[in-house]
């Protein structure tokens, strides 16, 4: 049985009776849906109280790929009231994937997932709940952009379905890779739509050119085609006064860390690391400087992923884009898609399914393809969701409230299990849980490495000794200000490269990690044997 199907029917039975038992909720609920402030709030606290609650069974995200630790460097950097690091003297040590170390020490993405990790970083010392507080805003604005579309109680809906689709089963949550920030730029941009607030959809544009730049021209493409249809021009100079602050701190961002107003750090880093020659708009397809193993591996994974997928023809690299779909819609909604169908007659409906189109097609230049680099569209997938729920109402209004509730449900029972089943039942379900994403237990032994770490005394000099087969996982993340890190995270590049460093940083205890032993082995940094003048003779 697909995992899809078999979720949907485990589900159909609870569903059913909540169902019935909506019936008399909605009407209290369309009441409350009538209070935006209210709703915002209360969808605004659901997600975070949600994850949370799972904390003693899925603790605080430990960064472990690439990509968190590059965009927690970029959080501690902006932490720091800085754009950008001053390279490191010994900056060969830590060289590690997605971070430039030369002319600055900076991380290679954008700037904007990053704000609210920094601001949190800052208030109370860790980036998770700056990722908590994007999360936070993002489902309550899909309550507000959908209030610009639908009756308030079919928005409330969509809020809610925000928070089971989004909130905290979502590797979004549960994470440092963003998605909510690209999310809150999609909702103000498609909220301001209906309302013709330009500056609105410029900020909301702006905030996507921060945080996904290439998705930021799939996104006002799908913006130039409703302001067309609606043929209303006037005023929309202003969305240029929303953009403007954002375009300025891209380019202030670009110059402290490239050196250069127009070049990404990202564009950099490619041209300094190398990409793949079947990647899109590639500057340098070689390597410009010496790569660590581990980064010469991350290599050549990469080039083994383009070329198989470069292989493809278009249309089927775009077909496999389908499975982005069960993302960000629920299984049981894909009746609600049914639904939707029956509201093409109307313009702006195609305008929004239109707008999926372009991602979809867009983000198809690229070889491989996570859901947070559509997640500007995430809202408007819950509008098509909530569109066809309203459709389905007008013929049978119990239909609409049980595929509502059905969806509920879904995500309920899979919150269920992991807030309260037990490790045997959880392995048991896990393989039929197709898209969801939480970090539970530590798989990986970071926990215990870390655990280790802070309670030996002082401060800590760390050597990470990779196999020759080293699996695309990251454990080189420094802070921004690594000299006064109370860890520091280094390559170990043989003993004599290695008495460098340690001279340097003398008043540290030095170790020695072996991440890829099972589990991950940390052990003082062994010291050459001593050899008295009659042994050396």
Known sequence: MRPDSFELALTATVAAGLGLAATRVVPLLSKFARHTLWCMAALAILPVALRLALLPRAPVPIPATADDTSYVLLAG?????????????????????????????????????????????????????????????????????????????????????????????????????????????????????????????????????????????????????????????????KTGIGLAPATLLLLLHNH?????????????????????????????????????????????????????????????????RRSWVRFFVLPPLYM????????????????????????????????????????????????MVVIGLDRIGRLSPRAAVVIFVLAVAHFGFWYGLHLGASDQTLAAMLP??????????????????????????????????FAPQHPLREWIGNEADIDKSRIVWALDRGRTEDAILRKYYQDRRTWLLEPDDHPPRLTPYPELPVLHFEEVR
Request: proline share 7%; glycine share 8%.
């Open 336 to 383: 609600a898609l049914a639904g939707f169908v029956l509201a093409l007659s109307d313009l702006q409906m195609k305008l929004a399914l239109g707008s999926v189109a372009v991602f979809a097609l867009g983000t198809n230049f690229y070889p491989y393809f996570y859901p947070h680099y559509a997640a500007a569209v995430a809202c408007v997938f819950l509008l």
């Open 256 to 320: 402290a860390v490239t050196g250069k107003w127009t070049t990404l750090p990202y564009q950099l880093s490619r041209a300094q690391y190398g990409s793949p020659t079947t990647f899109t708009f590639q500057m340098n397809p070689k390597p410009s400087r010496e790569l660590s193993q581990e980064q010469s591996d991350n290599y050549d994974a990469q080039s083994a992923v383009h070329e198989r997928e470069s292989r493809k023809p278009f249309f089927k690299r775009l077909a496999d």
């Open 77 to 237: 950097t902006l932490a720091h009231f800085r754009l950008a690091n001053p390279p490191h003297a010994f900056h060969r040590f830590f060289e590690t994937n997605f971070v430039i170390q030369e002319p600055t020490y900076s991380s290679i993405f954008p700037i904007g997932p990053a704000i609210p990790m920094a601001l949190t970083k800052l208030i109370f010392g860790h980036p998770w709940p700056g990722v908590l507080l994007a999360e936070s805003l993002f489902c309550a604005l899909c309550y507000w952009m959908l209030r610009g579309w639908v009756s308030p109680g079919w928005a409330l809906a969509g809020g809610v379905l925000a928070v089971c689709e989004f909130g905290p089963l979502s590797y979004w949550m549960n994470s440092y890779w963003g998605g909510a920030v690209s999310g809150i730029a999609g909702c103000l941009l498609f909220g301001a739509i209906p309302r013709r607030s330009w500056t609105l959809a410029g900020i909301g544009l702006g905030i996507q050119l921060l945080s996904r730049p290439f998705e930021f021209v799939l996104l006002t493409i799908a913006a130039v085609a409703f302001w067309i249809s609606a043929k209303h021009w006037r005023g929309l100079w």
């Open 432 to 465: 039929y849980e197709t898209s969801d994403y939480i970090n539970r237990g530590d798989p990986e032994g970071r926990a215990a490495i870390l655990k280790q770490l802070n309670q030996a005394p002082g401060r800590q000099l760390v050597f990470v000794r």
